[in-house]
């Protein structure tokens, strides 16, 4: 098998992540791999916040006062489990999609083409040695989560968290599924 397909083969995600981070030179990386993503109409969807260090454990604050805005308190359990995650997590890129203004792609397939980009960054940021953790657990689809990051409330989307690191713990394998049961043929 291909050094490639080893590496992609090998990728699990991993949410308990300390420092090291990627220092500039892999998250330069890591940020091209995400702009290599397939993109329909060249819209080039993807916002990216960066939050590093001594900053990640904000987020949390900036979710519970968006509930608390929007009158739904993040449940005690859901701040309590984000906190002791971001405590240690050295670098978090925040996901956005900004969809084509001009309306000739749809904005599924512009979140599609964010989602492939994020797949990217987890498959480079795997082959640099390091592991991450996707997201959307800490208030992503409240109204006004977005806009308090820092995105555009108007055609910026926020769609959620990717948490990059070094594991904390070595992981266990990750059991897969058998691919035949999700792929049939199909015949004219
Ligand atoms: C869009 C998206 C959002 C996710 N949000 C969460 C989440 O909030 N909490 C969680 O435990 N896993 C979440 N996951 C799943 C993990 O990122 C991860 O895929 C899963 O733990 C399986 O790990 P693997 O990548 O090694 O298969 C999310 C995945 C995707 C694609």
């Not at 995600?13 to 892999?26: H, L």
């Not at 797949?119 to 480079?124: E, G, P, V």
């Not at 055609?155 to 713990?169: C, K, N, Q, S, V």
């Amino acid at each position: 098998m291909s050094d490639f397909l080893n590496t992609l083969f090998a990728r699990q995600s991993v949410k308990f992540v300390q420092a090291p981070g990627p220092d500039d030179a892999a998250l330069d990386l890591i940020l091209q791999a995400a702009v290599r993503a397939p993109d329909h109409g060249a819209v080039h969807p993807w916002r990216f916040a960066l939050v590093r260090g001594a900053d990640v454990p904000a987020l949390v604050d900036v979710a519970v006062q968006a509930g608390l805005d929007e009158n739904k308190p993040l449940p005690a359990h859901k701040v309590a489990g984000a906190r002791t995650w971001l405590s240690r997590v050295p670098l978090v890129i925040l996901l956005a999609c900004r969809p084509d203004p001009h309306g000739r792609i749809r904005p599924e397939e512009s979140r599609l083409a964010v989602g492939a980009a994020v797949m990217n960054m987890l498959n480079a940021a795997h082959a640099l040695g390091f592991h991450g953790f996707w997201s959307t657990g800490l208030g992503t689809y409240l109204d006004g989560m977005g806009a308090a990051l820092g995105f555009d409330p108007l055609d910026e989307h926020f769609m959620g968290y990717l948490a990059l690191g070094t594991p904390i713990e070595a992981p266990a394998p990750a059991a897969r599924p058998d691919y035949r049961n999700f792929v049939r043929d199909w015949h004219a």
